[in-house]
């Protein structure tokens, strides 16, 4: 049995999520018709936009369904004109929707630098992005302080809430953000849906035009089988909390254990408040690449960075935003846990670790215990 | 109610259910192999990525395009505001022409892209069709002028079901140097597509419409010579920089597994589909004489039929007949009261256009059902015009 450990990248699809989705793959019918078949899959959008609502703390009526996450963030970031701030650890989609956007730096333990952030906030800024929390650590970002300095300058907030969704407790009203993206497939949910939930009152320029779906608010057939998907996925995710919060065990214990392997180890964002699943850790001389591919060797999954720039062997923009050099942010990898991770996976992932660092004559007094 | 409805389903231009055979080559993609598809280092991911490759050929095979052409999307909307905007906004931004022309009857996506690009600086020539619905491709030649970037010209009308003369506008397109986008949403796996022959540089596909699930959809983009986009969705830099976004890939594995049993079925189904539509025309045509038919008799797909009655609310008709799905206008603005737009742009007044109806047959779709909608239908008709729909007679 191989060991899955990149849950950020990709989670299994919850059973639940996939029975909503067969069924509603069962079922043909266009929820715009208004014959019977019709009506059927509208009722199946609505629940789904029930279910995701109240995952997050909004009105159902706040939630526009898109593609995924990616479009959800294009959308959010390209429909005010006027200056943008975003984080410099936010992830790829919201940088590559306003490549014009002013960077808000972040302290070393890759959280947003409040004081920065309200010297940047100018007249002309409209929007701020600011993610929940990161993809490759795991850091939660103080959004409901940044809500308050971006209102107080009259400015809109979104946040980006795709990796966070489901991995802990979160409420739109009380972290304030006028926007927030989710995406399904990062929860248990199928690929290829997502949404942008809007705070009531708010009407943003659409991105896809056509057909008056969503409210006019997004165009296109709705993609009723995902979104019964994320609609099951959310509300699982939502009973399943208590859970995902007792993951920060297993992430400890491996962090404790490749510690112990190997001092020299470095936890990125380990001081700061982190989601329960992800470990960021760095190797010194091993970039992240071969890290990866090495323990893949190993039956063990992993990453370098996200999962949409690797391909690229760029370092992670994220450990630069945080202070790290080149190298440091070269040779890091990017461990997630998820609701199918178990001790055994725990287990098999420090042992190659182990296998892996000593291998290349490094932490050469813990060999004997790897070996 | 609950569970599916046991209702004749003719509305196949709206949405059409997805092909089992479709369904069983996704579903392990969604729980026994489920790596994302750019996590390429390990075997997950790579398992994953060899999928898309593999239904990004099939799709190609379909429009006789190359793999590296292909640029999956969330479905043919966006396929369609990609291609338009995409093309428009390079070309503005680089100096090279602001003028689009498009034509009246096309979807509703193609139209608001058009209508976004012109309070962008962009100017629209549409182009008026026929009473047959076909465009007037002599007008659509005088439309084109030397700032035009882009022609956009839908491959088969949705309500209607003409096919357009796409070669015919390919070669126009070509010969006065400006791309030609055809929404082929309609037309891929019911008609044969080409885009060599046809000369078509941007082509919109949409999965819900040919037996793949809702959520995918593709954008032919021709390499050589080179149709140049500006993204809309930016990001990870997935498909080739033109549309960022993980790739769902259940979902692209059923749209490449539609597009191959399309690829293979679509002369034999479209033959029994001529077959029941005609036999559907003729009982029609025998019980209500007055009966009249949208769009060109021959040059629409097989699975497509318009059709009025004189004097006739389709909407009641439609409320008077709920065990038979069919539509009034696209599923996409049937919420809306006005009558159909295209049914206007063929020269239909609001009478005629308000008592038309879309019926859409498909794959499944039999002899018995045909029979069966076809007495329904008329029914429906003749209790409307006895005065009092026939639920009130009930």
Redesign the interface.
């Given at each position: 049995m191989?060991t899955?450990l990149?849950h950020n990248?990709?989670?299994?699809?919850r059973?639940e999520a996939?029975v909503a989705?067969?069924d509603a793959?069962?079922?043909?019918?266009?929820p715009?018709?208004?014959?019977?078949?019709?009506r059927?899959t509208r009722r199946a959008v609505d629940d789904a936009r029930e279910t995701v609502a109240d995952l997050v703390g909004a009105v159902p009526a706040g939630v526009v369904f898109?593609?995924?996450?990616?479009?959800a963030?294009?959308w959010a970031l390209r429909a005010f004109p006027g200056h943008v701030l975003v984080s410099a650890v936010e992830?790829?989609?919201?940088?590559?929707?306003r490549t014009d956007a002013g960077r808000i730096p972040v302290d070393a333990e890759g959280v947003v630098v409040l004081d920065a952030l309200a010297d940047m906030l100018s007249e002309d800024v409209r929007l701020v992005s600011v993610m929940l929390a990161n993809n490759e650590t795991g850091v939660i970002q103080p959004i409901a302080d940044i809500a308050s300095i971006v209102h107080e300058h009259g400015a809109l907030l979104h946040c980006d809430a795709v990796q966070a969704a489901g991995k802990i407790p979160l409420s739109m009203p009380e972290l304030g953000a006028d926007m927030l993206t989710l995406?399904a497939?990062k929860l248990g949910g199928?690929?290829?849906?997502g949404a942008l939930v809007l705070r009531p009152g708010l009407d943003p320029e659409p991105?896809?035009?056509?057909?008056?779906?969503e409210r006019r608010r997004r165009?296109?057939?709705?993609?009723?089988?995902?979104i019964a998907g994320f609609g099951a996925a959310a509300r699982i995710a939502a009973e399943h909390l208590p859970e995902a919060a007792q993951w920060a065990h297993l992430r400890d214990a491996i962090e404790t254990q490749v510690r112990a392997l190997c001092p020299d180890v470095r936890v990125h964002g380990a001081d700061a408040a982190r989601l329960p699943n992800t470990s960021c850790i760095g190797l010194p001389d091993l970039t992240g690449?071969f890290q990866?591919?090495s323990?893949?060797l190993a039956g063990v999954?992993?990453?370098?960075g996200?999962?949409?720039?690797?391909?690229?062997i760029a370092p992670s923009h994220v450990l630069a935003a945080m202070g790290c050099d080149e190298d440091t942010a070269r040779n890091a990898i990017r461990v997630s846990l998820g609701w199918t991770t178990t001790r055994d996976d725990v287990a098999r992932f420090v042992e190659a670790w182990g296998r892996m660092a000593s291998g290349q004559g490094r932490a050469q007094g813990e060999r004997r215990s790897v070996a | 109610m609950t569970g599916a409805p046991t209702a004749i389903y003719l509305d196949h231009q709206a949405t059409t259910p997805v092909d089992p055979r479709v369904l069983d080559a996704m579903l392990p993609w969604f729980s026994e192999t489920f790596g994302n598809a750019h996590s390429t280092q390990h075997a997950w991911g790579q398992q994953a990525a060899d999928a898309t490759e593999a239904a990004r050929e099939r799709v190609a095979a379909l429009i006789g395009a190359q793999a590296r052409e292909i640029v999956f999307t969330s479905g043919a909307t966006e396929s369609n505001n990609l291609a338009i905007k995409g093309a428009v906004r390079f070309a503005l931004r680089y100096g090279r022409g602001r003028h689009i022309v498009t034509v009246a009857t096309e979807h509703k996506c193609v139209l608001e892209a058009c209508a976004a690009l012109a309070e962008e600086g962009a100017r629209v020539s549409v182009v008026g069709v026929g009473p047959d619905g076909l465009v007037d491709v002599p007008a659509l030649a005088d439309a084109i002028d030397d700032d035009t970037v882009l022609v956009s010209v839908m491959a088969v009308n949705n309500e209607i079901g003409v096919v357009q003369p796409l070669a015919e506008i390919g070669a126009l397109c070509r010969a006065r140097g400006v791309l030609f986008h055809t929404d082929a949403a309609q037309a891929a796996g019911k008609i044969a597509l080409d885009v060599e022959a046809m000369q078509v540089d941007l082509l919109s596909i949409s999965g819900h419409k040919l037996y793949a699930p809702k959520g995918v959809g593709a954008l032919y983009v021709r390499r050589r010579p080179r149709a140049r986009l500006l993204a809309e969705i930016s990001g990870g830099g997935q498909e080739r920089g033109l549309r960022s976004g993980t790739l769902a890939v259940p979902l692209v594995v059923a749209l490449g597994e539609a597009c191959a049993i399309a690829h293979a079925e679509t002369d034999r189904e479209g033959a029994r589909l001529l077959v029941l539509r005609t036999d559907l025309l003729e009982r029609l045509r025998a019980a209500q004489p007055d009966l009249f038919l949208n769009g060109h008799g021959e040059l629409r797909v097989p699975g497509n039929l318009n059709v009025g009655f004189p004097g006739i609310d389709a909407e009641a008709l439609m409320a008077d007949m709920p065990e038979v799905a069919v539509s009034t206008g696209s599923a996409c603005t049937s919420a809306l009261v006005e009558p159909s737009y295209v049914l206007r742009a063929l020269g239909l007044d609001d009478e005629r256009a308000g008592a038309s109806i879309r019926i859409g047959l498909g794959r499944f779709t039999t002899r018995e059902e045909i029979a069966t909608a076809a007495e329904m239908i008329s029914a429906a008709v003749n209790a409307q015009r006895a005065g009092g729909s026939a639920r009130a007679a009930e």
């Amino acid at each position: 049995m191989d060991t899955y450990l990149d849950h950020n990248a990709t989670t299994p699809v919850r059973p639940e999520a996939a029975v909503a989705v067969a069924d509603a793959l069962a079922r043909a019918g266009n929820p715009s018709s208004t014959h019977r078949f019709g009506r059927l899959t509208r009722r199946a959008v609505d629940d789904a936009r029930e279910t995701v609502a109240d995952l997050v703390g909004a009105v159902p009526a706040g939630v526009v369904f898109t593609s995924g996450g990616t479009e959800a963030n294009n959308w959010a970031l390209r429909a005010f004109p006027g200056h943008v701030l975003v984080s410099a650890v936010e992830h790829d989609s919201v940088r590559g929707a306003r490549t014009d956007a002013g960077r808000i730096p972040v302290d070393a333990e890759g959280v947003v630098v409040l004081d920065a952030l309200a010297d940047m906030l100018s007249e002309d800024v409209r929007l701020v992005s600011v993610m929940l929390a990161n993809n490759e650590t795991g850091v939660i970002q103080p959004i409901a302080d940044i809500a308050s300095i971006v209102h107080e300058h009259g400015a809109l907030l979104h946040c980006d809430a795709v990796q966070a969704a489901g991995k802990i407790p979160l409420s739109m009203p009380e972290l304030g953000a006028d926007m927030l993206t989710l995406s399904a497939h990062k929860l248990g949910g199928p690929l290829g849906v997502g949404a942008l939930v809007l705070r009531p009152g708010l009407d943003p320029e659409p991105l896809l035009r056509g057909g008056g779906q969503e409210r006019r608010r997004r165009a296109g057939t709705e993609n009723v089988p995902g979104i019964a998907g994320f609609g099951a996925a959310a509300r699982i995710a939502a009973e399943h909390l208590p859970e995902a919060a007792q993951w920060a065990h297993l992430r400890d214990a491996i962090e404790t254990q490749v510690r112990a392997l190997c001092p020299d180890v470095r936890v990125h964002g380990a001081d700061a408040a982190r989601l329960p699943n992800t470990s960021c850790i760095g190797l010194p001389d091993l970039t992240g690449e071969f890290q990866v591919m090495s323990l893949d060797l190993a039956g063990v999954a992993v990453s370098a960075g996200s999962a949409c720039s690797s391909g690229k062997i760029a370092p992670s923009h994220v450990l630069a935003a945080m202070g790290c050099d080149e190298d440091t942010a070269r040779n890091a990898i990017r461990v997630s846990l998820g609701w199918t991770t178990t001790r055994d996976d725990v287990a098999r992932f420090v042992e190659a670790w182990g296998r892996m660092a000593s291998g290349q004559g490094r932490a050469q007094g813990e060999r004997r215990s790897v070996a | 109610m609950t569970g599916a409805p046991t209702a004749i389903y003719l509305d196949h231009q709206a949405t059409t259910p997805v092909d089992p055979r479709v369904l069983d080559a996704m579903l392990p993609w969604f729980s026994e192999t489920f790596g994302n598809a750019h996590s390429t280092q390990h075997a997950w991911g790579q398992q994953a990525a060899d999928a898309t490759e593999a239904a990004r050929e099939r799709v190609a095979a379909l429009i006789g395009a190359q793999a590296r052409e292909i640029v999956f999307t969330s479905g043919a909307t966006e396929s369609n505001n990609l291609a338009i905007k995409g093309a428009v906004r390079f070309a503005l931004r680089y100096g090279r022409g602001r003028h689009i022309v498009t034509v009246a009857t096309e979807h509703k996506c193609v139209l608001e892209a058009c209508a976004a690009l012109a309070e962008e600086g962009a100017r629209v020539s549409v182009v008026g069709v026929g009473p047959d619905g076909l465009v007037d491709v002599p007008a659509l030649a005088d439309a084109i002028d030397d700032d035009t970037v882009l022609v956009s010209v839908m491959a088969v009308n949705n309500e209607i079901g003409v096919v357009q003369p796409l070669a015919e506008i390919g070669a126009l397109c070509r010969a006065r140097g400006v791309l030609f986008h055809t929404d082929a949403a309609q037309a891929a796996g019911k008609i044969a597509l080409d885009v060599e022959a046809m000369q078509v540089d941007l082509l919109s596909i949409s999965g819900h419409k040919l037996y793949a699930p809702k959520g995918v959809g593709a954008l032919y983009v021709r390499r050589r010579p080179r149709a140049r986009l500006l993204a809309e969705i930016s990001g990870g830099g997935q498909e080739r920089g033109l549309r960022s976004g993980t790739l769902a890939v259940p979902l692209v594995v059923a749209l490449g597994e539609a597009c191959a049993i399309a690829h293979a079925e679509t002369d034999r189904e479209g033959a029994r589909l001529l077959v029941l539509r005609t036999d559907l025309l003729e009982r029609l045509r025998a019980a209500q004489p007055d009966l009249f038919l949208n769009g060109h008799g021959e040059l629409r797909v097989p699975g497509n039929l318009n059709v009025g009655f004189p004097g006739i609310d389709a909407e009641a008709l439609m409320a008077d007949m709920p065990e038979v799905a069919v539509s009034t206008g696209s599923a996409c603005t049937s919420a809306l009261v006005e009558p159909s737009y295209v049914l206007r742009a063929l020269g239909l007044d609001d009478e005629r256009a308000g008592a038309s109806i879309r019926i859409g047959l498909g794959r499944f779709t039999t002899r018995e059902e045909i029979a069966t909608a076809a007495e329904m239908i008329s029914a429906a008709v003749n209790a409307q015009r006895a005065g009092g729909s026939a639920r009130a007679a009930e």
